[in-house]
């Protein structure tokens, strides 16, 4: 939220992705990445964790725990191991719901990937999984907000099983961030490793629908303007390129992005951070927030920008 549906391809996928492969190579814009296992994997895992059946993937929620589930599955199907305090990090804390408040029952998933030069530094990839979940008996699947951001997490935790990062790389799908950033609250002060340890966050929330205007906003270069030059060069892929901004004081209201997703919480702590998402959409936090809105080639050119923004980072920082 910001606040204010495998290893091989399925015919579903694949005639999604032949679909997206011919209309988005056009004269006037880079040709859209081509169809691989890892697009098909990045599409089924939105439409798994947005179908009707996770119930919106509300905190403490039954359909909460089956998205939670599915996530420790594909973790371990990937080889990523659990740190030494475990796969999950439960909590329980006070949010915010209509009617007031009310104490939540909630748990992050954890996951570690050694680095291989920075390995007593983490850089913190973080996704929350929950949504709002069912309001007026209608099932709100979160498709962008956040199916999307835990699809492209896990596409980038793959590449980094198939290539090891140079830091080390901590992967936490965060609860709780529908009702006030609650996992990613207690991420800080429980923390795994020592915050002194972090070298960032880089938090995934809404990657999918940048047709609104072509963009996947990076916003924190502002607050950390060293991290701008290491991803400046990064090129478009297809119809997305990298933008900066809404995080400067002239970013008002719904145009500053600082403090409207998981991040904050890092920000908050003093842990550096960046912030990948598109812009609003007219399906944001509502019903219609489904699997069937999202372009696949859009959706497949942003989690590309995001994988190539990690390596660029890892490269660039503690140097």
Request: charged share 20%; net charge negative.
């Given at each position: 939220?910001?606040?204010?549906?495998?290893?091989?391809?399925?015919?579903?996928?694949?005639?999604?992705?032949?679909?997206?492969?011919?209309?988005?190579?056009?004269?006037?814009?880079?040709?859209?990445?081509?169809?691989?296992?890892?697009?098909?994997?990045?599409?089924?895992?939105?439409?798994?964790?947005?179908?009707?059946?996770?119930?919106?993937?509300?905190?403490?929620?039954?359909?909460?725990?089956?998205?939670?589930?599915?996530?420790?599955?594909?973790?371990?199907?990937?080889?990523?191991?659990?740190?030494?305090?475990?796969?999950?990090?439960?909590?329980?804390?006070?949010?915010r719901t209509r009617e007031g408040p009310k104490?939540?029952?909630?748990?992050?998933?954890?996951?570690?990937?050694?680095?291989?030069?920075?390995?007593?530094?983490?850089?913190?990839?973080?996704?929350h999984y929950d949504h709002v979940g069912v309001?007026?008996?209608?099932?709100?699947?979160?498709?962008?907000?956040?199916?999307?951001?835990?699809?492209?997490?896990?596409?980038?935790?793959?590449?980094?099983?198939?290539?090891?990062?140079?830091?080390?790389?901590?992967?936490?799908?965060?609860?709780?961030?529908?009702?006030?950033?609650?996992?990613?609250?207690?991420?800080?002060?429980?923390?795994?490793?020592?915050?002194?340890?972090?070298?960032?966050?880089?938090?995934?929330?809404?990657?999918?629908?940048?047709?609104?205007?072509?963009?996947?906003?990076?916003?924190?270069?502002?607050?950390?303007?060293?991290?701008?030059?290491?991803?400046?060069?990064?090129?478009?892929?297809?119809?997305?390129?990298?933008?900066?901004?809404?995080?400067?004081?002239?970013?008002?209201?719904?145009?500053?992005?600082?403090?409207?997703?998981?991040?904050?919480?890092?920000?908050?702590?003093?842990?550096?951070?960046?912030?990948?998402?598109?812009?609003?959409?007219?399906?944001?936090?509502?019903?219609?927030?489904?699997?069937?809105?999202?372009?696949?080639?859009?959706?497949?050119?942003?989690?590309?920008?995001?994988?190539?923004?990690?390596?660029?980072?890892?490269?660039?920082?503690?140097?």
């Open positions: 939220m910001r606040h204010l549906r495998l290893a091989a391809l399925s015919p579903f996928a694949a005639a999604l992705l032949l679909g997206a492969c011919s209309t988005a190579e056009s004269p006037v814009a880079p040709a859209a990445p081509q169809p691989t296992a890892m697009h098909a994997q990045l599409l089924q895992d939105v439409r798994i964790l947005a179908a009707d059946d996770m119930q919106g993937r509300d905190t403490g929620a039954p359909g909460g725990a089956m998205a939670r589930a599915y996530i420790i599955g594909r973790l371990e199907a990937l080889g990523v191991a659990a740190p030494p305090m475990g796969r999950e990090q439960p909590w329980e804390m006070q949010g104490t939540f029952n909630g748990v992050n998933v954890l996951g570690v990937i050694p680095g291989t030069r920075v390995t007593d530094k983490y850089i913190v990839v973080t996704a309001s007026d008996g209608q099932i709100y699947n979160g498709a962008d907000d956040n199916a999307s951001g835990v699809a492209t997490m896990l596409a980038l935790a793959a590449d980094l099983k198939r290539q090891a990062p140079e830091h080390s790389v901590l992967i936490v799908a965060l609860d709780g961030e529908e009702r006030g950033l609650l996992g990613a609250r207690h991420f800080v002060e429980a923390p795994p490793v020592p915050l002194s340890s972090i070298s960032m966050n880089l938090n995934f929330d809404m990657t999918a629908r940048a047709e609104t205007d072509g963009k996947l906003w990076v916003t924190g270069t502002y607050q950390h303007p060293t991290f701008r030059p290491l991803l400046e060069s990064i090129p478009a892929n297809g119809a997305v390129a990298l933008a900066f901004g809404k995080d400067t004081p002239e970013d008002t209201g719904n145009d500053n992005w600082v403090n409207s997703s998981d991040h904050a919480a890092f920000h908050r702590a003093q842990v550096p951070f960046l912030y990948l998402g598109v812009n609003y959409h007219p399906d944001y936090h509502r019903p219609s927030d489904d699997f069937e809105t999202i372009t696949p080639s859009v959706f497949i050119s942003a989690t590309e920008l995001s994988i190539a923004s990690f390596r660029a980072l890892d490269r660039g920082l503690d140097r």
